[in-house]
């Protein structure tokens, strides 16, 4: 069965990215890549994890339309797959990333304890905005995982989700609750034998 774990490089270092993303090589759906990586070495980083299977790249866009079409466009053609924006900034900007996206994954909910100040009392609203813009996916959290039930529900979208492992979040409660892909990132990353784990959590399906 293919695997259903997006891994997310929050490495600062890009060799041992790189090293980790090498070994585990047909056991994750794809990469996530973002802030730490492309900071330190610029956005070609995401070509050089691409070589390793299928980069989702998180900036989680949310910046006006114009800037955000154009960090899509580049993100885009320096072999990002797939984009990361946030919802909450409203139509007309998701509406533009998705014009220089391939796939386009919009974050209706947020896994941190913050999250209950301001996102989750708009998530569904954002998430039916992620369907009718034609948003690929929504990114709903594994700490909360009644609300990966209700946020695909009321989208129909498929739900990629963070928080398992590290934030609390068990694997098997948001698969349950209907995630379709699992982001997760310092259980496996910062584990002796990130393809061990990876395994482990597999096993659990
Ligand atoms: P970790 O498994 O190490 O907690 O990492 C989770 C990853 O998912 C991080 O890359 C983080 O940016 C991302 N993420 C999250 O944790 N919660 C969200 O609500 C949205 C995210 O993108």
Do not use: C, W
């Amino acid at each position: 069965m293919e695997s259903n774990i997006i891994l997310a490089l929050d490495i600062e270092e890009k060799d041992k990215a790189l090293r980790v993303a090498k070994e585990v090589v047909g056991h994750v759906k794809a990469f996530k890549v973002g802030y730490p990586l492309i900071l330190n070495y610029g956005v070609n980083v995401i070509n050089e994890v691409s070589k390793f299977g299928e980069v989702i790249v998180d900036l989680k866009i949310a910046d006006i339309p114009d800037v955000s079409r154009n960090i899509a466009r580049i993100v885009t053609s320096n072999g990002g797959e797939g984009v990361i924006a946030h919802g909450f900034v409203g139509r007309d900007v998701i509406r533009e990333v998705r014009k220089e996206s391939k796939k386009l994954y919009v974050v209706a909910e947020m896994s941190h304890p913050g999250n209950t100040d301001f996102m989750s009392g708009l998530s569904e609203k954002i998430a039916i905005m992620a369907k009718e813009e034609g948003a690929d996916g929504i990114v709903a959290p594994a700490t909360h995982p009644d609300r990966i039930r209700i946020l695909k529900r009321v989208s129909g979208l498929q739900v990629l989700s963070p928080g398992v492992g590290t934030q609390g979040g068990s694997y098997r409660g948001a698969m349950e609750s209907g995630a379709d892909y699992l982001i997760i990132g310092r259980s496996i990353t910062m584990s002796s034998d990130p393809k061990q784990k990876i395994k482990e959590l597999l096993s659990q399906r």
